[in-house]
Protein backbone atom coordinates (compact mmCIF):
# COMPACT_ATOMS: atom_id res chain seq x y z
CA UNK A 1 0.00 0.00 0.00
CA UNK A 2 3.16 2.31 0.38
CA UNK A 3 3.28 2.49 -3.29
CA UNK A 4 -0.47 2.95 -3.91
CA UNK A 5 -1.12 5.49 -1.58
CA UNK A 6 0.19 9.22 -3.04
CA UNK A 7 0.04 7.75 -6.02
CA UNK A 8 -3.40 6.54 -6.85
CA UNK A 9 -6.94 7.54 -6.11
CA UNK A 10 -8.90 5.29 -3.58
CA UNK A 11 -11.95 4.25 -3.74
CA UNK A 12 -14.09 2.77 -0.69
CA UNK A 13 -17.45 1.10 -1.32
CA UNK A 14 -19.22 -0.70 1.61
CA UNK A 15 -22.53 -2.66 0.51
CA UNK A 16 -24.28 -2.14 3.27
CA UNK A 17 -26.07 -5.32 4.79
CA UNK A 18 -24.58 -7.42 1.97
CA UNK A 19 -24.39 -11.35 2.40
CA UNK A 20 -21.22 -13.48 1.71
CA UNK A 21 -24.31 -16.29 0.09
CA UNK A 22 -25.99 -14.16 -1.95
CA UNK A 23 -23.02 -11.90 -3.52
CA UNK A 24 -21.36 -15.56 -4.30
CA UNK A 25 -24.24 -16.90 -6.08
CA UNK A 26 -24.91 -14.34 -8.24
CA UNK A 27 -21.11 -13.85 -9.18
CA UNK A 28 -21.46 -17.85 -9.86
CA UNK A 29 -24.34 -17.40 -12.08
CA UNK A 30 -23.37 -14.22 -14.15
CA UNK A 31 -25.78 -12.26 -12.49
CA UNK A 32 -23.11 -8.98 -11.55
CA UNK A 33 -20.63 -9.09 -14.60
CA UNK A 34 -19.56 -5.39 -13.39
CA UNK A 35 -18.58 -6.48 -10.09
CA UNK A 36 -17.71 -10.34 -11.50
CA UNK A 37 -14.95 -9.07 -13.79
CA UNK A 38 -12.94 -7.07 -11.39
CA UNK A 39 -12.87 -10.23 -8.84
CA UNK A 40 -10.25 -12.86 -8.54
CA UNK A 41 -11.79 -15.67 -10.30
CA UNK A 42 -14.81 -13.83 -10.83
CA UNK A 43 -15.50 -14.94 -6.74
CA UNK A 44 -15.37 -13.07 -3.78
CA UNK A 45 -12.86 -13.47 -1.09
CA UNK A 46 -15.10 -14.78 2.42
CA UNK A 47 -14.17 -12.80 5.31
CA UNK A 48 -15.56 -11.92 8.31
CA UNK A 49 -16.60 -8.44 9.21
CA UNK A 50 -15.34 -6.60 12.21
CA UNK A 51 -18.94 -5.21 13.80
CA UNK A 52 -22.77 -6.85 13.28
CA UNK A 53 -23.94 -3.60 12.33
CA UNK A 54 -23.05 -0.63 10.40
CA UNK A 55 -21.98 1.59 13.23
CA UNK A 56 -19.78 -0.75 14.94
CA UNK A 57 -18.18 -1.85 11.57
CA UNK A 58 -17.70 0.80 9.60
CA UNK A 59 -15.79 2.71 13.21
CA UNK A 60 -13.58 -0.38 13.05
CA UNK A 61 -13.18 -0.24 8.87
CA UNK A 62 -12.06 3.35 9.32
CA UNK A 63 -9.24 2.43 12.09
CA UNK A 64 -7.83 0.33 9.64
CA UNK A 65 -9.15 -2.75 10.38
CA UNK A 66 -10.79 -3.97 7.06
CA UNK A 67 -12.87 -7.37 7.62
CA UNK A 68 -10.17 -10.29 8.31
CA UNK A 69 -10.01 -13.09 6.01
CA UNK A 70 -12.05 -16.21 6.95
CA UNK A 71 -9.19 -18.16 7.96
CA UNK A 72 -6.25 -18.93 10.79
CA UNK A 73 -4.10 -15.91 10.79
CA UNK A 74 -2.95 -13.52 11.49
CA UNK A 75 -3.51 -11.56 8.02
CA UNK A 76 -1.52 -8.18 7.58
CA UNK A 77 -3.37 -5.24 6.70
CA UNK A 78 -3.31 -2.84 4.17
CA UNK A 79 -3.87 0.30 6.40
CA UNK A 80 -3.12 0.80 10.09
CA UNK A 81 -2.52 3.14 12.72
CA UNK A 82 0.94 3.15 14.02
CA UNK A 83 0.52 0.93 16.93
CA UNK A 84 3.64 -0.81 19.27
CA UNK A 85 2.98 -4.44 18.68
CA UNK A 86 0.62 -4.78 16.54
CA UNK A 87 0.71 -8.29 14.44
CA UNK A 88 -1.26 -7.24 11.33
CA UNK A 89 1.53 -4.69 10.63
CA UNK A 90 3.34 -5.33 8.03
CA UNK A 91 6.16 -3.73 5.88
CA UNK A 92 3.50 -3.03 2.90
CA UNK A 93 0.99 -1.53 5.14
CA UNK A 94 0.14 2.17 5.05
CA UNK A 95 1.02 3.79 8.31
CA UNK A 96 -0.76 6.08 9.86
CA UNK A 97 -0.11 8.68 12.73
CA UNK A 98 -3.72 9.92 13.20
CA UNK A 99 -6.53 8.05 15.12
CA UNK A 100 -8.05 6.76 11.91
CA UNK A 101 -7.27 6.16 7.86
CA UNK A 102 -9.38 9.01 6.74
CA UNK A 103 -7.06 11.76 8.46
CA UNK A 104 -4.50 9.70 8.05
CA UNK A 105 -5.03 10.12 4.36
CA UNK A 106 -6.01 13.33 4.56
CA UNK A 107 -2.78 14.08 6.09
CA UNK A 108 -0.43 12.87 3.15
CA UNK A 109 -2.46 14.98 0.65
CA UNK A 110 -5.98 13.26 -0.31
CA UNK A 111 -9.12 14.69 -0.27
CA UNK A 112 -11.67 13.08 2.03
CA UNK A 113 -15.25 12.56 0.94
CA UNK A 114 -18.11 10.71 2.27
CA UNK A 115 -21.24 9.88 -0.28
CA UNK A 116 -23.61 8.34 3.20
CA UNK A 117 -26.22 5.82 2.58
CA UNK A 118 -27.75 4.33 5.39
CA UNK A 119 -29.52 6.25 8.55
CA UNK A 120 -25.65 6.27 10.19
CA UNK A 121 -24.77 8.65 7.91
CA UNK A 122 -27.61 11.02 7.39
CA UNK A 123 -25.99 14.04 9.23
CA UNK A 124 -29.71 14.59 10.79
CA UNK A 125 -28.74 14.41 14.23
CA UNK A 126 -25.67 13.80 16.67
CA UNK A 127 -25.16 10.06 16.08
CA UNK A 128 -25.96 10.67 12.25
CA UNK A 129 -23.10 12.51 11.98
CA UNK A 130 -20.00 10.89 13.73
CA UNK A 131 -19.05 9.01 10.69
CA UNK A 132 -19.58 11.33 7.96
CA UNK A 133 -17.90 13.86 10.36
CA UNK A 134 -14.33 11.94 9.89
CA UNK A 135 -14.61 13.19 6.43
CA UNK A 136 -13.20 16.88 4.64
CA UNK A 137 -16.48 16.92 2.69
CA UNK A 138 -19.34 14.84 2.88
CA UNK A 139 -23.33 14.30 1.18
CA UNK A 140 -26.34 12.83 2.10
CA UNK A 141 -29.72 12.85 0.92
CA UNK A 142 -32.92 11.51 1.64
CA UNK A 143 -32.49 10.41 -2.01
CA UNK A 144 -29.24 8.44 -1.17
CA UNK A 145 -31.00 6.35 1.79
CA UNK A 146 -33.05 3.06 2.25
CA UNK A 147 -35.88 4.28 1.08
CA UNK A 148 -35.25 5.41 -2.41
CA UNK A 149 -35.54 2.71 -5.56
CA UNK A 150 -32.69 4.50 -6.87
CA UNK A 151 -30.51 5.22 -3.98
CA UNK A 152 -26.95 4.37 -5.99
CA UNK A 153 -28.23 6.04 -9.17
CA UNK A 154 -28.18 9.16 -7.17
CA UNK A 155 -25.38 8.80 -4.84
CA UNK A 156 -23.18 7.93 -8.31
CA UNK A 157 -24.29 11.02 -9.69
CA UNK A 158 -22.87 12.75 -6.53
CA UNK A 159 -19.69 10.29 -7.19
CA UNK A 160 -19.18 12.30 -10.47
CA UNK A 161 -19.48 15.85 -9.44
CA UNK A 162 -17.51 15.09 -6.82
CA UNK A 163 -14.98 13.92 -9.33
CA UNK A 164 -15.66 16.37 -12.01
CA UNK A 165 -14.72 19.37 -9.16
CA UNK A 166 -11.80 18.64 -7.99
CA UNK A 167 -8.76 19.74 -9.58
CA UNK A 168 -6.62 17.53 -11.60
CA UNK A 169 -3.75 17.10 -9.43
CA UNK A 170 -5.40 16.64 -6.02
CA UNK A 171 -5.89 13.05 -4.65
CA UNK A 172 -8.82 11.49 -3.84
CA UNK A 173 -10.28 9.07 -1.05
CA UNK A 174 -13.93 8.59 -1.82
CA UNK A 175 -16.06 6.24 0.68
CA UNK A 176 -19.82 5.25 -0.65
CA UNK A 177 -21.91 3.15 1.76
CA UNK A 178 -24.61 2.10 -0.21
CA UNK A 179 -28.01 1.62 0.79
CA UNK A 180 -29.53 -0.34 -1.68
CA UNK A 181 -29.20 -4.07 -0.28
CA UNK A 182 -30.18 -2.73 3.76
CA UNK A 183 -34.29 -3.22 3.85
CA UNK A 184 -36.07 -1.95 2.90
CA UNK A 185 -35.55 -3.56 -0.56
CA UNK A 186 -38.24 -5.55 -1.35
CA UNK A 187 -38.79 -2.71 -4.47
CA UNK A 188 -36.27 -4.33 -6.17
CA UNK A 189 -37.56 -7.72 -7.70
CA UNK A 190 -40.42 -7.35 -9.87
CA UNK A 191 -43.44 -9.16 -8.88
CA UNK A 192 -42.63 -8.35 -5.06
CA UNK A 193 -45.25 -6.59 -2.39
CA UNK A 194 -44.00 -4.12 0.72
CA UNK A 195 -46.80 -6.78 2.17
CA UNK A 196 -44.84 -9.55 1.06
CA UNK A 197 -41.63 -8.08 2.93
CA UNK A 198 -37.93 -8.47 2.11
CA UNK A 199 -36.69 -11.93 1.29
CA UNK A 200 -33.18 -13.16 0.21
CA UNK A 201 -34.83 -12.68 -3.52
CA UNK A 202 -35.04 -9.28 -2.98
CA UNK A 203 -31.78 -9.11 -1.63
CA UNK A 204 -29.91 -10.41 -4.06
CA UNK A 205 -32.01 -8.44 -7.06
CA UNK A 206 -31.03 -5.23 -4.99
CA UNK A 207 -27.36 -6.66 -5.93
CA UNK A 208 -28.10 -6.41 -9.41
CA UNK A 209 -29.49 -2.89 -9.40
CA UNK A 210 -26.18 -1.75 -7.57
CA UNK A 211 -24.07 -4.05 -10.04
CA UNK A 212 -26.13 -2.29 -13.15
CA UNK A 213 -24.64 0.96 -11.73
CA UNK A 214 -21.36 0.17 -10.65
CA UNK A 215 -19.32 0.43 -14.31
CA UNK A 216 -20.08 3.89 -14.18
CA UNK A 217 -18.89 4.56 -10.61
CA UNK A 218 -15.44 2.98 -11.27
CA UNK A 219 -15.14 5.09 -14.45
CA UNK A 220 -15.41 8.31 -12.76
CA UNK A 221 -12.92 6.88 -9.73
CA UNK A 222 -10.54 5.97 -12.12
CA UNK A 223 -10.67 9.04 -14.74
CA UNK A 224 -8.12 10.94 -13.55
CA UNK A 225 -5.65 8.56 -12.40
CA UNK A 226 -5.03 4.87 -10.95
CA UNK A 227 -7.17 4.29 -8.56
CA UNK A 228 -7.16 1.33 -6.09
CA UNK A 229 -10.39 0.35 -4.80
CA UNK A 230 -12.02 -1.61 -2.09
CA UNK A 231 -14.97 -2.99 -2.13
CA UNK A 232 -17.01 -5.25 0.61
CA UNK A 233 -19.94 -5.53 3.19
CA UNK A 234 -19.91 -4.23 6.38
CA UNK A 235 -22.13 -7.24 7.87
CA UNK A 236 -24.69 -9.43 6.79
CA UNK A 237 -28.37 -9.89 7.79
CA UNK A 238 -30.79 -13.02 8.24
CA UNK A 239 -33.92 -13.75 6.30
CA UNK A 240 -35.37 -16.18 8.86
CA UNK A 241 -32.44 -18.63 9.08
CA UNK A 242 -32.71 -20.24 12.70
CA UNK A 243 -35.46 -17.88 13.19
CA UNK A 244 -33.73 -15.02 13.14
CA UNK A 245 -34.24 -11.70 11.02
CA UNK A 246 -32.02 -8.92 10.55
CA UNK A 247 -28.72 -8.10 12.09
CA UNK A 248 -27.06 -6.94 15.02
CA UNK A 249 -27.18 -10.25 16.43
CA UNK A 250 -23.93 -13.25 16.20
CA UNK A 251 -25.26 -15.18 13.17
CA UNK A 252 -22.68 -16.71 10.39
CA UNK A 253 -24.79 -14.90 7.21
CA UNK A 254 -24.45 -11.80 9.66
CA UNK A 255 -20.59 -12.33 10.46
CA UNK A 256 -19.56 -13.94 7.14
CA UNK A 257 -18.92 -10.85 4.32
CA UNK A 258 -17.94 -10.89 0.66
CA UNK A 259 -14.80 -8.60 0.33
CA UNK A 260 -12.59 -7.63 -3.14
CA UNK A 261 -9.56 -4.61 -3.70
CA UNK A 262 -8.41 -4.50 -7.13
CA UNK A 263 -6.88 -1.52 -8.97
CA UNK A 264 -10.31 0.13 -11.04
CA UNK A 265 -10.39 1.32 -14.81
CA UNK A 266 -12.49 3.16 -16.67
CA UNK A 267 -14.16 0.87 -18.50
CA UNK A 268 -18.36 1.74 -18.51
Not at 133 to 150: A, C, I, K, L
Request: hydrophobic share 40%; net charge negative; proline share 7%.
Amino acid sequence: MNDIVGSHDILFVTLDTLRYDVAQELAAAGRIPNLARHLPGGAWERRHAPGSFTYASHQAMFAGFLPTPAAPGPHPRLFAARFAGSETTANGTFVYDTPDLVSGLAAVGYRTVCIGGVGFFNKQGPLGSVLPGMFQESHWRPEFGVTSPTSFEAQVDCAERVVAELPQDQRLFLFLNVSALHQPNWFHLPGATREAGDTRATHAAALEYVDRHMGRLLAAAAGRRPCFAVVCSDHGTAYGEDGYSGHRIGHDVVWTVPYAHFLADGDR
